[in-house]
Nanobody, 125 residues
Framework: QVQLVESGGGLVQAGGSLRLSCAAS????????MGWFRQAPGKEREFLAA????????YYADSVKGRFTISRDNAKNTVYLQMNSLKPEDTAVYYC??????????????????WGQGTQVTVSS
């Protein structure tokens, strides 16, 4: 079992920044990768970024490349998503997920085995 808790969401003006955190507990050593996704009302869950625990390879969706940065703190079992130059269309519930399978396709939500409860990000214009 892996437990994930997101934090750091909130209300921010367009052009502002937020940093989301995802604290993992439980069998974290068995996680292959951690990812961030978001879901806006009426839309499907969208991949944003992922990072492998081992080696630290990072992956980004084109829509956030250059604005969002994923990082990890192995000692704290925490993954971060730094979000800059936020736009109103970034408004959504943001989720982190843990993928356990080696070689999981990290931009596919169905490859993730555990999810956090989500944190709301609202960007005002």
């Amino acid at each position: 079992q892996v437990q994930l808790v997101e934090s750091g969401g909130g209300l921010v003006q367009a052009g502002g920044s937020l940093r989301l955190s995802c604290a993992a507990s439980g069998r974290t050593f068995s996680s292959y990768a951690m990812g961030w996704f978001r879901q806006a009302p009426g839309k499907e869950r969208e991949f944003l970024a992922a990072i492998r625990w081992s080696g630290g390879s990072r992956y980004y969706a084109d829509s956030v490349k250059g604005r969002f940065t994923i990082s990890r703190d192995n000692a704290k079992n925490t993954v971060y998503l730094q979000m800059n130059s936020l736009k109103p269309e970034d408004t959504a519930v943001y989720y982190c997920g843990a993928a356990l399978s080696w070689g999981a396709v990290v931009d596919q939500g169905h490859e993730y085995d555990y999810w956090g409860q989500g944190t709301q990000v609202t960007v005002s214009s």
